[in-house]
């Protein structure tokens, strides 16, 4: 059996901090940074569910015609599809410390048409030492925000 270096570096966006925060669970010593951009920041028995807010949740009840999966949020591309409820309500488990993963970045969307509702996160991580954060001019769909030069 050889042996695996740490040198994944997992990025989830959204949603997608759920999944990266498990995936590093789940492969211990494998992975080398967590990049959650703009993202939920999930601990142990947390799910998305009960991460989020009130205006969130009502979001997760417009659900389509089969009951199983939430349509595409409003600010969300238009080319989105629906997002299986179930994994909405799932809390993570979690049977590792995530901070055994050294390298924890936080990139902040700070330019939302309204609230975020990762404004609280962000707040929170900027105060722990073991997180690099930033926070950046763009909404939430930050991989899809027009390029700007400095």
């Known amino acids: 059996m050889s042996a695996h270096v740490a040198n994944l570096r997992l990025v989830g966006h959204s949603y997608g901090g759920m999944v990266i925060t498990g995936v590093a669970d789940r492969v211990p010593g494998r992975v080398a940074a967590l990049v959650y951009l703009d993202a939920m920041v999930?601990?142990?028995?947390?799910?998305?569910?009960?991460?989020?807010?009130?205006?969130?949740?009502?979001?997760?009840?417009?659900?389509?015609?089969?009951?199983?999966?939430?349509?595409p949020l409003p600010f969300f591309d238009p080319r989105a599809t629906p997002h299986p409820i179930a994994s909405l309500l799932e809390p993570l488990r979690l049977t590792r410390d995530p901070a055994r993963v050294r390298r924890r970045v936080y990139a902040y969307a700070a330019g939302w048409d309204g609230e975020s509702p990762f404004t609280n996160v962000y707040e929170r991580l900027r105060e722990d030492p073991a997180w690099a954060t930033y926070a950046l001019d763009g909404g939430h769909n930050l991989m899809r925000e027009p390029r700007r030069t400095c």
Do not use: F, I, K, M
């Not at 142990?44 to 807010?53: I, K, T």
């Open 42 to 71: 999930p601990g142990d028995g947390d799910s998305c569910w009960n991460l989020v807010s009130e205006r969130e949740r009502q979001w997760y009840t417009d659900v389509v015609e089969t009951g199983y999966a939430v349509r």
